[in-house]
């Protein structure tokens, strides 16, 4: 069965530091670009952070820039998003979701909307900042 997995969320005071894990079971991650994205309370899903399958290239929203960082290790089958200097309207539920390249078109930085990573998704883990 394909799936990805998320954990590492929790609760972290303001300034702290989380770092979530995206594992993918039953098929190869190498072969897909991955999304983390999330989800704050009265707010719409938006894109963190995207990293392409080709060239590990990378992508950040421009309020996690400078404080998020996206990795991916195709040894493991895991893509990790380092997060740093946590503020509280960081609080959301964070998923990861899968994509693949070929169907993007032309691209120079990977794009980071939902509609690019549909391949899968996992069910996501709460990241609460507060003090």
């Known amino acids: 069965q394909m799936q990805l997995v998320e954990s590492g969320g929790g609760l972290v005071q303001p300034g702290g530091s989380l770092r979530l894990t995206c594992v993918a079971s039953?098929?190869?991650?190498?072969?897909?670009?991955v999304g983390w994205f999330r989800q704050g309370p009265g707010k719409e899903r938006e894109g963190v952070s995207c990293i392409s399958s080709s060239d590990h290239s990378t992508t950040y929203a421009d309020s996690v820039k400078g404080r998020f960082t996206i990795s991916r290790d195709n040894v493991k089958n895991t893509v990790h998003l380092q997060m740093n200097n946590l503020r509280p309207e960081d609080t959301a539920v964070y998923y990861c979701?899968?994509?693949?390249?070929?169907?993007?078109?032309?691209?120079?930085?990977?794009?980071?909307?939902?509609?690019?990573?549909?391949?899968?998704r996992g069910q996501g883990t709460l990241v609460t900042v507060s003090s």
């Open positions: 039953g098929f190869s991650l190498d072969d897909f670009a």
């Open positions: 979701a899968a994509g693949r390249e070929a169907n993007w078109g032309k691209w120079t930085v990977p794009p980071c909307e939902e509609n690019k990573y549909l391949r899968l």
